[in-house]
Antibody, heavy 116, light 107 residues
Framework: EVQLQQSGAELGKPGTSVKLSCKVS????????MHWVNQRPGKGLEWIGR????????IYAEKFKSKATLTADTSSNTAYMQLSQLKSDDTAIYFC?????????WGQGVMVTVSS | DVQMTQSPSYLAASPGESVSISCKAS??????LAWYQEKPGKTNKLLIY???TLQSGTPSRFSGSGSGTDFTLTIRSLEPEDFAVYYC?????????FGAGTKLELK
């Protein structure tokens, strides 16, 4: 059974960074892409970007190019996303998901709250 | 970016009824459209990809159709577990984009 387990909720101060993790079990992440999606309070889903863990290649949505950094550790089968220069607007639920194009499996989501 | 316009935003129906949800792309996405189901306490579930291909495990009462810019998700003979939020997503080009969602509620 494929499972994506995300790290716990984060509380970050404005201007700081947080790093989220997404550990995959039941599937080798080298054989897929890892995507990140957010959902701001009361809003819909927004694609942030994806990484190819086999070679580290990344693609980002334009608005997240200076906000998010995607990495992956194939030895631990884990994907990461670092969010930098946090602002209140970054408060959202962040999901990891895996798939070549469509998102076959999703993590449970993690709440990131930005507050001083 | 490809804009995805999903309608309706809310839909009320009863078990046994059939419903349809529309998703329109701002430009052609061929057949590269996926549908997801969101339910409280569960991870998001891929239902359909490439417009009409059912993901393994998706009940046959779900169907997807369309190509180019116009797509439809149809659920025939609603079951109690189908009341949820549904999103469409284009996977034709980056950045991937989602519709705003349709909340299917029990009438």
């Amino acid at each position: 059974e494929v499972q994506l387990q995300q790290s716990g909720a984060e509380l970050g101060k404005p201007g700081t960074s947080v790093k989220l993790s997404c550990k995959v079990s039941g599937y080798n992440i080298r054989s897929t892409y890892m995507h990140w999606v957010n959902q701001r309070p009361g809003k819909g889903l927004e694609w942030i970007g994806r990484i190819d863990p086999a070679n580290g290649n990344t693609i980002y949505a334009e608005k997240f190019k200076s906000k998010a950094t995607l990495t992956a550790d194939t030895s631990s089968n884990t994907a990461y996303m670092q969010l930098s220069q946090l602002k209140s607007d970054d408060t959202a639920i962040y999901f990891c998901a895996m798939g070549g194009a469509e998102l076959d499996y999703w993590g449970q989501g993690v709440m990131v709250t930005v507050s001083s | 970016d490809v804009q995805m316009t999903q309608s309706p935003s809310y839909l009320a129906a009863s078990p046994g009824e059939s419903v349809s949800i529309s998703c329109k792309a701002s430009k052609s996405i061929n057949t590269y459209l996926a549908w997801y189901q969101e339910k409280p306490g569960k991870t998001n579930k891929l239902l359909i990809y490439s417009g009409s291909t059912l993901q393994s495990g998706t009940p046959s009462r779900f169907s997807g159709s369309g190509s180019g810019t116009d797509f439809t998700l149809t659920i025939r003979s609603l079951e109690p577990e189908d009341f949820a939020v549904y999103y469409c997503q284009q996977h034709n080009e980056y950045p991937y984009t989602f519709g705003a969602g349709t909340k299917l509620e029990l009438k």
